[in-house]
T-cell receptor, first 115, second 113 residues
C-alpha cells in the first residue's frame, strides 16, 4: 500500500530557530500533499495544500511566512517553521493521496516542542 | 465555515460489545467520506471509506453507514477489542484531485476488558 514517511518524529528546538519537517511518498508520486496541525485532544486542522512545482495554498489564518512549504519533487514536501516560538509547539502531520488509488495516506507525525 | 463534526467526544464500551460512533457533516457538496483511527502520538490510520453514491459499506469488523438526507455518517465496530481503543475521526471532501480532507472533532473510544 501507499506509504508516507515523515521525519523527524519529534524535535525540540530553541525559540527563534527554524525547524524543517520532511514528508516523503515512498512508493508513489504525489503532485499534492497536505499539512495539518493538531493540538492535544483536538482534531486535525488543515494548514496548507502543497503543490509540486508551484506555490502552496494556505488556509485562512495560517501565516505563509511563518510556515514555509516547499514541494520541489513529486515525492517530497517540506514544512519549515521559521523563527519558532513556544506557541508553535504542536503535532504536525502530512498527508498525500495516491491518485491511482482511493484514500489518503498520512505520515506518522512530528511532535515539535519549542523551548 | 462548513465542517464535519462528531456527536460524542467519548465512548466507553466493554470488550465484545458493538460500538457505534457518529458524525454529522454540513457540506452537502461532499461526496467522499473516510473514517480514521488515531492512536496517541501517531498519524491517522485509514479504516474505511464510502462515496456518496452508497449508503453502506462493510469491511472487516467495521461498517460505515451514510445517510445523505440528514447528513449523517456512522462507524460500527463489531466485537470491540481493547486494541480498538483510540480516537476516531470522520473526514470528508469532494472527490476531486488536489482537495484536502476536512476532519471532524473526534471520538475517543475506550474499551475495557
Amino acid at each position: 500500500g501507499a506509504v508516507v514517511s515523515q521525519h523527524p518524529s519529534r524535535v525540540i528546538c530553541k525559540s527563534g530557530t527554524s525547524v524543517k519537517i520532511e514528508c516523503r511518498s515512498l512508493d508513489f508520486q504525489a503532485t499534492t500533499m497536505f499539512w495539518y496541525r493538531q493540538f492535544p485532544k483536538k482534531s486535525l486542522m488543515l494548514m496548507a495544500t502543497s503543490n509540486e512545482g508551484s506555490k502552496a495554498t494556505y488556509e485562512q489564518g495560517v501565516e505563509k511566512d511563518k510556515f514555509l512549504i516547499n514541494h520541489a519533487s513529486l515525492t517530497l514536501s517540506t514544512l519549515t517553521v521559521t523563527s519558532a516560538h513556544p506557541e508553535d509547539s504542536s503535532f504536525y502531520i502530512c498527508s498525500a493521496r495516491d491518485e491511482g488509488h482511493s484514500g489518503y495516506t498520512f505520515g506518522s507525525g512530528t511532535r515539535l516542542t519549542v523551548v | 465555515g462548513e465542517s464535519v463534526g462528531l456527536h460524542l467526544p467519548t465512548l466507553s464500551v466493554q470488550e465484545g460489545d458493538n460500538s457505534i460512533i457518529n458524525c454529522a457533516y454540513s457540506n452537502s457538496a461532499s461526496d467522499y467520506f473516510i473514517w480514521y483511527k488515531q492512536e496517541s502520538g501517531k498519524g491517522p490510520q485509514f479504516i474505511i471509506d464510502i462515496r456518496s453514491n452508497m449508503d453502506k459499506r462493510q469491511g472487516q469488523r467495521v461498517t460505515v453507514l451514510l445517510n445523505k438526507t440528514v447528513k449523517h455518517l456512522s462507524l460500527q465496530i463489531a466485537a470491540t477489542q481493547p486494541g480498538d481503543s483510540a480516537v476516531y475521526f470522520c473526514a470528508e471532501n469532494k472527490a476531486q484531485a488536489g482537495t484536502a480532507l476536512i476532519f471532524g472533532k473526534g471520538t475517543t473510544l475506550s474499551v475495557s476488558s
